[in-house]
């Protein structure tokens, strides 16, 4: 079962926006990740954050964590054509294996 | 620096065929091995893991099964393969020394291999 779930499922904006996807989980965690897929290729890391940590920053990536609320959120901030990309979160849940748990994935358009 | 290998990347195979795709890991060593499939506009579902040659965990019950005959090497296999094994499948490595370690949760994946039963 899906321990992390996106949000929204797709999104399309213009190039030069910014693209914000949520991602909402069920149980306690230890840490959170982003990874990004392009069609018809393997998952590419971007970002980790653990449970005491409430903001990452990454070139144009920022990545917040409110576990009282059990919420992340990505954004990317004026986004480019090569940007377009599905992105998945992925938990570790506290106390189990820390192998990570990854929801469906936001399909994210960046129109040029 | 580390890289891993996929292959094939795309394969057709009939209904009730063998199965078996490779994964390879360069530039690291003791890592632990996964394998994932991806259904069509889904998340990634975990198969296998294994933290050793020769130490495999199953996560799901299915006609599949999964070895390690070497450090850097993951095998994914099948004796008959079905409609429902059609997918993408996708092998990662993280950090050496087991699970249950902070520092290990990054996941580096292949280029995924595209099957399609018919």
């Known amino acids: 079962s899906q321990q992390g779930e996106e949000d929204p499922q797709a999104l399309s904006i213009q190039e030069g926006e910014n693209a914000t996807m949520n991602c909402s989980y069920k149980?306690?965690?230890?840490?959170l990740q982003w990874y990004r897929q392009n069609s018809g290729r393997g998952l590419v890391h971007l970002i980790l954050?653990?449970?005491?940590?409430r903001e990452k920053h990454s070139g144009r990536l920022r990545v917040t964590l409110d576990t009282s609320k059990k919420s992340s959120s990505l954004l990317i901030t004026a986004s480019r054509a090569a940007d377009t990309a599905s992105y998945f979160c992925?938990?570790?849940?506290?106390?189990?294996?820390?192998?990570?748990?990854f929801g469906r994935g936001t399909s994210l358009i960046v129109h040029p | 620096s580390q890289t891993i290998h996929q292959w094939p990347a795309t394969l057709v195979q009939p209904v009730g065929s063998p199965l078996s795709l490779e994964c390879t890991v360069e530039?690291?060593?003791?890592?632990?091995l996964y394998w994932y499939r991806q259904a069509a506009g889904r998340g990634l579902q975990l198969l296998f893991y294994?933290?050793?040659?020769?130490?495999i965990s199953s996560e799901v019950p299915q006609n599949l099964s999964a070895s390690r005959p070497q450090d850097r090497q993951f095998i994914l296999s099948s004796k008959k393969l079905l409609l429902s094994d059609s997918g993408f499948y996708l092998c990662?490595?993280?950090?050496?020394?087991?699970?249950?370690?902070?520092?290990?949760?990054?996941?580096?994946f292949g280029p995924g291999t595209r099957l399609l039963v018919l």
């Open positions: 530039g690291t060593s003791n890592p632990n």
């Open positions: 954050i653990r449970s005491n940590e």
């Open positions: 149980t306690s965690i230890n840490n």
């Open positions: 990662a490595w993280s950090g050496p020394g087991g699970p249950r370690l902070a520092g290990k949760e990054t996941q580096y």
């Open positions: 992925a938990t570790g849940i506290s106390g189990g294996s820390y192998i990570p748990t």
């Open positions: 294994s933290v050793g040659i020769g130490q």
